[in-house]
């Protein structure tokens, strides 16, 4: 199975891509993994992907963005982001991809190198290299910042320009066999080499020299019949799979030495290329990614572990050394009198077993269970289950405070240790965050979903299933009435400079009660009454025909505006709210946003907001975690922070606070 595309796939993508790309502008740039970039170009968002040494085409696929953009990825941002794609080309037919990317400080190529120890480098104006993801002194050509930049040398004759005049040079290299002869000449690899001698119905192990002159114009007609295909774009894309439809290759057009594989076809050689290899190739990166991360769960694992046997340990010495300085005191009478007896015995010359015999008369007369052993230098003294060691030259007090020094010097070396385990844990808690995104990236990357067309504007199905539309802004609104309003639908607006029109599509069913209210509801939520933090407005709605789309003579109206004539329905003091849910249609995860009384039929699990001063990024990621954790691990799984952008879209006005049972959840 392939891993690199080869120059014929180059050259196809990109002649496809040409047709896709010209004219449109860049948008953003994206540094996804350490050699894989996207570029997202609007105003369709078609996206190119970038693998350094590995591939280049169209992707239809869903990658996840990293929170903060790499240097070079913010690099590349600054010099390109809204610049415009004058021309994109195969440099020769080399594993090189040049894209010219016009900005208002002139014309920028952005080179991807897809060759072993490839490069992307971003070429200025003056032709000097301003960016490169390798800098490098080479044999035959220098990459080093601000010097003029230097093409890659060709691998061989272009396939797309070859004549016979310089296929004749294939016979000064006669004692080559012909496949090899063939890849040292020509820029192509051996599967196309193999392809081009099937093609001329000649064995790939036979010699140069042994060709005939028919068999060697055959050969020449078999390069230009690839050629006309390529150029041509007379393409039958496919993934070419063994028997046990396992995905071996890619190919363009049919290929004989695949004559006998089953073919999986596809509309476009970008599409099949996309499927091909995302995924298998983006899968590799991410598992190094994710071996350094568990490398450093493991580090930080093992030394949490060790400071909870240190906090153990001290937490008992802390216990130990109290509970003696405290039995200490509760027994200080008699403990005083023992050490004195010894003091004075000692003095005497009396013999330990005979002091000890005294010690332990004192504790029985007392009533006390007490032990005493006499050592030379110590007296050890049990006291219950409490051992206490009194050496002779101190006094029970003295011991004391010996103890409760002991507890307290462990009791603060016990806080400091406490602090280290709190910043380890969040170290921890944090490689544990990243790694569960990292295991969510590590997936197969997933297809985007072909959106609906009224997936342009704010929608929700009501609780009756009738579909609501709202406009987003201007141009929507204005296409929402002038395109998409019918005669037997209903039109809905807010009491507020400021706010969208919705309308129910109603196929010509009568409209329910619940569903006017639910109109409403998404009408109001979506006004700039939420922007003013306001708890309320009011909403009214009217018939198609009221809606006046042009100005009455000596007036005007703006994008998206509207004039409405006749009695107006109201519903007063609409409360502003709105509900955030996640369900799965067809696979796929589909976030949706409406009245809660809609959201909590369709939804798998829901959050409400309602106007607060919370970011939408920072919003989105609370609202995915409690949508992970409230939903089936089925869609749990594959609730991901490429959802973050999905989900910030649908938080009005771009704020707001999360509210759980009429309370406000703090973020």
């Not at 004759?157 to 890849?183: M, S, V």
């Amino acid at each position: 199975m392939k891993d690199v595309m080869s120059s014929l796939d180059i050259s196809a993508v990109t002649l496809e891509m040409a047709d896709s790309l010209i004219g449109k502008r860049i948008d953003n740039i994206y540094h996804i993994i350490p050699r894989t970039f996207l570029i997202r170009f609007r105003p369709e968002a078609i996206w190119l992907l970038i693998e350094v040494e590995k591939r280049i085409h169209l992707t239809k696929f869903k990658y996840p963005t990293p929170p903060k953009p790499s240097i070079f990825c913010m690099t590349l941002r600054k010099h390109l982001l809204g610049g415009k794609l004058e021309k994109i080309e195969q440099e020769e037919f080399d594993r090189i991809v040049n894209l010219n990317i016009l900005t208002k400080y002139g014309i920028f190529h952005v080179v991807a190198e897809l060759f072993r120890r490839g490069n992307l480098i971003l070429i200025d104006p003056e032709n000097k290299v301003r960016l490169s993801m390798r800098y490098a002194r080479m044999r035959d050509r220098h990459l080093i910042r601000n010097e003029l930049y230097k093409p890659a040398p060709s691998s061989g004759i272009n396939p797309l320009t070859l004549t016979l005049e310089q296929f004749e040079k294939l016979r000064e290299i006669g004692d080559e066999q012909l496949l090899k002869a063939l890849t040292k000449m020509i820029s192509i690899g051996p599967l196309h080499a193999k392809e081009l001698l099937a093609r001329s119905e000649l064995d790939h192990e036979s010699y140069v020299r042994d060709l005939n002159q028919i068999q060697f114009e055959t050969l020449f007609k078999s390069i230009l019949s690839i050629k006309e295909q390529i150029i041509r774009k007379e393409y039958e894309p496919a993934i070419i799979c063994d028997e046990k439809d396992q995905s071996l290759d890619t190919t363009p057009f049919p290929l004989r030495i695949y004559q006998d594989k089953t073919r999986m076809e596809f509309k476009t050689y970008n599409e099949a290329v996309d499927e091909f290899f995302s995924k298998q190739t983006t899968t590799a990166e991410l598992h190094k990614v994710k071996k350094v991360q568990d490398v450093e769960l493991a580090r930080l694992s093992r030394i949490i572990e060790e400071q909870k046997k240190q906090k153990t340990s001290l937490e008992e010495t802390v216990k130990e050394n109290r509970e003696i300085a405290d039995t200490i005191y509760l027994n200080l009478h008699i403990l005083s009198e023992i050490t004195t007896l010894i003091e004075k015995e000692k003095v005497k010359g009396t013999p330990l077993q005979d002091i000890e015999n005294l010690t332990n008369k004192i504790a029985t007369n007392n009533k006390q269970q007490i032990i005493t052993k006499i050592l030379p230098e110590e007296a050890r003294l049990n006291v219950g289950q409490i051992s206490i060691h009194i050496r002779h030259d101190k006094n029970p007090q003295q011991v004391a405070k010996q103890y409760y020094d002991a507890s307290k010097k462990a009791s603060q070396k016990l806080k400091g240790l406490q602090e280290s385990v709190n910043k380890i844990e969040a170290k921890l808690r944090g490689v544990e965050e990243e790694t569960i995104e990292k295991k969510v990236i590590e997936k197969i990357p997933k297809r985007k979903r072909e959106k609906v067309w009224y997936e342009k504007f704010h929608w929700f199905k009501s609780s009756d299933d009738f579909l609501i539309m709202s406009g987003k802004d201007a141009s929507t609104n204005d296409l929402l009435i002038r395109k998409y309003l019918n005669k037997d639908d209903l039109v809905f607006h807010a009491e507020i400079q400021g706010a969208p029109f919705t309308i129910i599509r109603t196929d010509g069913k009568p409209i329910t009660p619940q569903t006017i209210k639910e109109a409403a509801q998404a009408t109001a939520a979506r006004s700039k009454a939420w922007s003013l933090n306001l708890t309320a407005v009011n909403v009214y709605w009217v018939n198609p025909d009221q809606v006046e789309t042009s100005a009455p003579s000596g007036e005007y109206l703006g994008k998206g505006q509207f004039m409405i004539r006749g009695k107006r329905n109201y519903d007063r003091g609409v409360e502003l709210k709105i509900a955030i849910g996640v369900r799965e249609e067809n696979g796929n995860v589909i976030f949706v946003a409406g009245p809660s009384s809609a959201i909590e039929k369709q939804a798998e699990a829901y959050v409400e907001l309602v106007p607060g001063r919370t970011s939408s990024g920072k919003l989105a990621k609370k609202i995915i975690e409690i949508l992970k954790v409230s939903s089936r691990e089925t869609i749990s799984e594959r609730i991901d922070r490429t959802n973050l952008d999905e989900v910030a879209r649908l938080i009005p006005a771009g704020k707001g606070e999360i509210a759980i049972k009429g309370k406000i959840l703090s973020l």
